[in-house]
């Protein structure tokens, strides 16, 4: 059974600090890696998507890379905001089959 | 126009009551998705349809029944439910391109409670 871990499960930290979101995968057979934030009781919304053909993704504050060897992706969050708290996933991509990270629970403090 | 909608929002129903959940989107995209959520926990693969047909069945009880009647809709139909089945349910979609596995966009859920 495929398996994709999320480390740290929770994570608090002072607004305006930088920070690294883990994402690991057992199987290495991967087509592409989306990271999502999801807000408590809410649908899930896209932030970044990694093809398996690429190293990393840009967008605003956000910069995800993704290392097929090692079996993982990382989401960096720059100068975080409390907007930013929310539970964060990643999504490992098959031809068909998808998984879900276990997740990562932020919480910036103003 | 970017956007997958569900409905209901929100559904109470009890052990006996035959219900349906229903998803849409206007993108164009071929392949849909249903997952299953649970408090606190990620969301579970249940069923994936690729071109109007059924792909994928992760072993999900048959009461759930997943139905795609066109490639704009996607229906959950639900019977004989249990109360551990209350969960967050969302649907999403995808574009089947050639050369490249796209994102998948998600709606924003129906809410169950099953009593």
């Known amino acids: 059974k495929q398996e994709v871990t999320q480390i740290p499960a929770a994570l608090s930290v002072p607004e305006g600090e930088n920070l690294v979101l883990n994402c690991s995968f057992t199987?290495?057979?991967?087509?592409?890696l989306q990271w999502f934030r999801q807000d408590p009781g809410k649908g899930l919304t896209s932030l970044l998507l990694i093809q398996s053909s690429q190293r990393e993704q840009t967008s605003g504050r956000l910069n995800a890379s993704l290392d097929k060897s090692s079996g993982r992706s990382t989401l960096y969050i720059a100068a975080s905001q409390p907007g930013d708290s929310a539970t964060y996933l990643c999504l490992k991509g098959g031809y068909q089959k998808v998984t879900f990270g276990t997740g990562t629970k932020l919480q910036v403090i103003p | 126009d970017t956007e997958v909608t569900q409905t209901p929002k929100h559904l109470v129903m009890g052990m006996t009551n035959k219900k349906s959940l229903k998803c849409e989107q206007h993108?164009?995209?071929?392949?849909m998705y249903w997952y299953k959520q649970k408090a606190k926990k990620p969301p579970e693969l249940m069923f994936v349809y690729s071109y109007e047909k059924l792909s994928i069945n992760e072993s999900v009880p048959s009461r759930f029944s997943p139905e795609c009647p066109n490639s704009s809709l996607l229906n959950l139909h639900l019977h004989a439910l249990q109360p551990e089945d209350s969960a967050l349910y969302l649907c999403?979609?995808?574009?089947?391109?050639?050369?490249?596995?796209?994102?998948?966009?998600f709606g924003p859920g129906t809410r169950l409670t099953v009593l």
């Open positions: 993108m164009g995209h071929r392949a």
């Open positions: 199987d290495s057979a991967i087509y592409n």
């Open positions: 999403a979609s995808r574009s089947t391109g050639t050369y490249t596995y796209n994102e998948q966009f």
